[in-house]
């Protein structure tokens, strides 16, 4: 048994780490894509393909789906949280800012979640951690704070709304391993969350005509890998090693994602930016340590 739960520990941080590299690669297929559809539009295509590959390994795994309606409001709040208002502030904030800033801010939600995990859980707060959470806010606002162009300044917000969406995702999420597989967990958050996306395509309209091969090829990799296998790898990770270490790993997201805009994208960031980035994995790595310790 011991055996078992170690290799399950073993496997988990082995998901997790190939779930948050792909998802570091995603803001560059958002940017890509959205030269042709528009944020909640690219959203829910996403997912309608997420849909049809977590159905297709429920019905390949023969896993038999037993969803009780008391749980409805539970799964609602974290398919419309996780899933409908983070691509809202995700793919709206890409839209205006860099792809690398975007998986910066990023960087933040373990913070959210430590604190959270204090504020809901009673786990203790620790002065080093609080020391963190400081060293955390200052980066943020380094990130944030000096880049004052507008386009650029709500796109780093709305992408903090991202990451306040992702914390109440995975602290909703974290009740129902009681009761369910993980495969079935991100499929009823996954078909949720997608079909929240449909009143807001109405208010988009799509430029069709800049569709080619390459954003083709993008939203696949966004509704295949992003979406549907990353999602079960991270939910599967939450179970095996808690919600509070599983965020620690989204901080390897802006390493990638810094890496392959400069290669990909030519994009590139102020030394205040780096600065900032800096300090927000710093401030994980410092949680990172005293969790090991304890």
Do not use: H
């Not at 939203?219 to 599967?236: E, K, N, P, T």
């Amino acid at each position: 048994m011991e055996m078992k739960v170690k290799t399950n520990k073993i496997l988990s941080y082995v998901l997790i780490i190939f779930a948050v590299v792909i998802w570091g690669f995603s803001f560059l297929s958002i940017k890509v894509s959205l030269v042709a559809l528009p944020p909640m539009t690219l959203a829910l295509v996403r997912f309608v393909i997420a849909s049809f590959v977590l159905f297709l390994f429920l019905r390949i795994k023969k896993v038999k789906l037993q969803f009780q309606f008391k749980d409805l409001p539970v799964f609602f709040v974290a398919g419309f949280s996780g899933i409908t208002m983070y691509f809202f502030f995700e793919n709206n904030g890409i839209k205006l800012t860099t792809a690398s800033n975007a998986s910066l801010i990023v960087s933040i939600v373990p913070i959210l979640t430590i604190i959270a995990e204090r504020i809901v859980f009673k786990i203790p707060l620790t002065k080093i951690k609080i020391l963190s959470v400081i060293i955390s806010m200052i980066g943020v606002y380094l990130v944030v704070g000096f880049n004052t162009s507008g386009g650029t300044l709500i796109g780093n917000l709305l992408m903090i709304g991202a990451c306040f969406s992702w914390l109440i995702y995975s602290l909703v999420t974290k009740p129902l391993f009681k009761k369910y597989s993980q495969l079935e967990i991100v499929f009823y958050q996954t078909i949720i969350g997608t079909i929240c996306f449909i009143p807001f395509v109405f208010f988009e309209k799509p430029n069709l005509e800049a569709l080619n091969t390459t954003i083709i090829l993008n939203i696949m990799f966004l509704g295949i890998f992003c979406s549907a296998i990353c999602y079960y790898f991270y939910v599967y990770a939450m179970k095996q090693i808690g919600i509070g270490v599983s965020s620690l790993f989204i901080n390897l997201i802006p390493i990638i994602t810094v890496i392959a805009s400069f290669f990909i994208l030519n994009e590139r960031i102020g030394i205040i930016q780096i600065i900032g980035g800096i300090l927000i994995i710093f401030s994980v790595y410092i949680i990172n340590l005293v969790k090991n310790e304890n």
